[in-house]
């Protein structure tokens, strides 16, 4: 998407589109997005928000989407025969939906050199802080990391703790401690579970610099020399 670009729902002026052709064209992205793709996960999400009543500015961001995957119609998720364990990284882009303010989570797990897991996904309440959207992320792919283990364990190769990687040091700071920390008060106790998750061992946190954040991808449209960087690292080649 074009970073420059911050689509926003219609506002009565701007010329209507056939939402049905719409549609369908929004669901043939999604199933790349969600099975093979990706790099397309965040552009996808961003345009399925306006499936309702699209406008000829949302048209044209889901035509550059459809540019984008035919000028790289051969790059597929290739994997390594390394044994690279499983590693996952969570971010969030806080307040970023100009309509009603809600955040953005995006997480990916790799293993073997590629992406095995991802997701991009707009937040169901609005975050008071950058470090609350981080802790709500963070919630998200700690549930993610407890099935991938699961699912390795029926194959014999669970590790015994899965490392996930996160750019805020708050949001590390509540999961890793939970006594002096009023301002989570009012954030749902379901995402508290990570505190318990960490202090059976079935995750680890550790810090991860804003530039090296593979998530980064999933929550936020970036410059083209970022982008094309963290596709690569996804494992799209």
């Given amino acids: ?6 689509l926003v729902k219609d506002d009565g002026y701007s010329k209507k589109v056939d939402p049905i052709q719409y549609q369908s064209m929004v669901g043939s992205l999604l199933h790349a997005a969600k099975a093979t793709r990706p790099d397309i996960a965040h552009a996808v999400g961003k345009v399925s928000k306006f499936c309702a009543a699209p406008t000829q500015a949302h048209l044209t961001a889901v035509k550059r989407i459809f540019r984008y995957i035919k000028g790289t119609i051969d790059l597929k998720l290739q994997y390594k025969p390394v044994n690279e364990k499983l590693l996952g990284y969570s971010d969030a882009d806080w307040a970023n939906d100009l309509n009603d303010r809600h955040s953005t ?7 073997s050199g590629g ?24 919630g998200s792919a700690t549930q993610e990391a407890i099935w991938l283990k699961q699912l390795l364990a029926d194959l014999n190769t669970a590790p015994k703790k899965i490392e ?13 401690n939970s006594a002096g920390h009023k301002r989570t008060k009012h954030i749902d106790i379901k995402h508290h579970f990570i505190r318990e998750a ?40």
Avoid: H
């Fill in 1 to 6: 998407m074009d970073p420059s670009v911050k």
């Fill in 105 to 111: 989570t995006g997480n990916v797990f790799t293993m």
């Fill in 115 to 138: 992406a095995v897991s991802w997701l991009s996904q707009k937040q169901a309440k609005v975050a008071l802080s950058t470090a609350e959207a981080e802790y709500i992320a963070l």
């Fill in 164 to 176: 996930i990687l996160e750019d805020n040091q708050s949001a590390i700071a509540m999961a890793n």
């Fill in 198 to 237: 960490v202090q059976t061992g079935t995750i680890t946190l550790s810090y991860c610099p804003i530039a090296n954040m593979l998530a980064d991808v999933f929550t936020k449209q970036l410059p083209k020399t970022q982008f094309v960087n963290l596709r690569r690292r996804l494992g799209l080649n």
